[in-house]
C-alpha cells in the first residue's frame, strides 16, 4: 500500500471529489496508486467513465516523462470535461521513475491553455497538480 490507512479518503477530500461527479480517468497503467484508486471509486459508488457520452466533471489524468508530449496530453484530456470542470494531473514524485520536471509542467499547462492551481502529494510515489481553465477562458 502505498498510504497510511485513511489517507487515501482525506486526499479523496482534498481533490474534491464526491458522489454524482462524472469522473474520467486517463492514462492509467500497473503503476498509479491503486488505494487511491479503490477511495476515489468507493466515494463516487460508481465507475469512472471511459467513453463519454456527455461532459465530464473532473479528469484524472497519470502522466510520467516517457508518456510523451505533456501539452499534447493535457489538450486531449480536456476533450470531454465540462467548462467548469477539474483536472488533476498525477505525476510521480520527485526522485521516483517517470518524474516530470516543474518547468515542463508549467511549459506544458501554458500551451494546453490552462493554469496551475495548487499540488498536492496524494502517496508516497504520487503528487496531483490541479490545472484550471483561466479566468474568463472559453472554449
Known sequence: MSTAPGTAALTVAAL???PGLA???LGWDEDVDLELRSAILDVLSDDFVYEAIEAVDVV?????????DLADGLVD?????NSAGQL???TPRVGRDGYVDASDLAEAALTAGLALANTTNVSKDWQAQKLVRPKGARR
Do not use: H, N
Request: glycine share 4%; no cysteine; net charge negative.
Open 88 to 90: 488533476w494531473l498525477f
Open 16 to 18: 474534491e471529489i464526491v
Open 23 to 25: 469522473v474520467q480517468e
Open 60 to 68: 484524472l489524468l497519470w502522466w510520467r516523462e516517457e508518456d510523451g
Open 77 to 81: 484530456a480536456l476533450t470531454d470535461l
